[in-house]
């Protein structure tokens, strides 16, 4: 077993406000009751299944592992990542088993814009998976292009 250097926490805070996919319920969050007056803290929580940062149903072990990050910060509204941009990273994934894709998207939330994010082509996404990465994640509001297939 490796010994883990480091753990990175990459989640966002959820609460009232976070940002989710058009469509999908909104985040609620409301107060139940209070220490002072009932002796413990208690909260409603309504939210969807993917809401803030998320998971796609998958073992947690596969959360866990050397991450590589490529940078795609340089890519525009609906710009695909492309196999050409992935490949860059060849020699780095040799020893990852997870590829995080750094846009910056996140400085557009609350704006239109934020779901106008880059997004992984499906080619790279397939390259990857078959180069044995076993998870794929970006710091926008999903992987694919927001509204596409």
């Not at 002072?36 to 959360?63: P, T």
């Amino acid at each position: 077993m490796q010994k883990i250097k480091k753990i990175v926490d990459l989640s966002h805070e959820l609460k009232n406000g976070t940002v989710v996919y058009p469509g999908d319920p909104v985040v609620d969050i409301t107060v139940a009751t209070v220490k002072e007056k009932d002796g413990y803290n208690l909260s409603n929580v309504h939210i969807g299944s993917q809401s803030g940062s998320h998971v796609d149903g998958m073992e947690l072990s596969y959360s866990m592992g050397n991450a590589l990050v490529i940078d795609a910060s340089d890519k525009g509204e609906f710009e695909e990542i492309t196999l050409e941009d992935v490949k860059k990273y060849d020699r780095q994934m040799e020893k990852a088993d997870i590829v995080l894709f750094r846009t910056d998207w996140y400085r557009y939330e609350g704006q239109d814009k934020f779901f106008r994010h880059p997004y992984l082509s499906a080619e790279a996404g397939a390259y990857l998976l078959d180069r044995g990465i076993q998870t794929l994640a970006i710091d926008a509001i999903n992987l694919d292009r927001t509204g596409g297939t």
